[in-house]
């Protein structure tokens, strides 16, 4: 859920960034991080132990001046990849307005990646919230190894929706399809965000967007 602060003319958005263990999350992050302007980003916090590489979460806030006479703020997060940090999951997730699912495209990956998205949604669940609910998109990661899940494979797995949501090959170390992932799912918020509170007719101009630029 946004949260709007009248007195600073500010409205943040919270977006998650959700799959298994070492399947790229944090490395979304540090490219994000890296390839925009230092004006217009926060800093980044990891913290890593030796199983997991995000124990906690990644705080990225990025601004960007979209609803008139506001500024919008990003706050982007990971979860912990590892069951263990269930708890940790649950409480990165709460208030979330939108999600970028990071699935790992590697064969013996496939069983992680549709556990994470069953916890992912049965985590929502508790907090009463479904889904279909949250504007969302998923992210086949790591695109350049040899053993890959071909797409459609993957789209048989988490993309089962009547009316799919967008979904995107990437190799985030090389930041191949990161910004094309977060642009999506910040328009999808911003979207859902106008629609909302009668901004306007939901939709968004073509060139609002986070980029390196």
Known sequence: MAFVNMARKE??????????????KTTNLEQIHGAIQPESRGELTILSTR????????????RSDIIRGFS????LYTVPGQT??????????????????????????????????????????EQNTSIDQIPY???????????????HYM?????????????????????????????????MVLAAFIREHRLGHGELPEDVCISKE
């Open 51 to 62: 199983q997991d590489r995000t124990l906690f979460f990644d705080f990225l806030p990025l």
């Open 11 to 24: 409205i943040a958005f919270k977006i998650v960034y959700y799959g298994p263990a070492l399947g790229g």
């Open 84 to 125: 263990i940090y269930n708890e940790t999951r649950k409480l990165v997730l709460r208030h979330v307005d939108g999600i970028v699912f990071v699935a790992d495209s590697q064969w013996e990956k496939m069983e992680d990646n549709t556990l994470s998205f069953q916890n992912m949604q049965d985590n929502l669940r």
């Open 72 to 75: 919008s703020k990003f706050q």
């Open 155 to 187: 789209d048989f797995l988490l993309n089962r929706r009547r009316v799919r949501v967008p979904r995107f090959e990437s190799i985030a170390i090389e930041c191949r399809g990161v910004f094309e992932a977060l642009n999506t799912v910040s328009r």
């Open 137 to 151: 998109a998923l992210q086949y990661n790591k695109r350049d190894l040899p053993n890959i899940a071909p797409v």
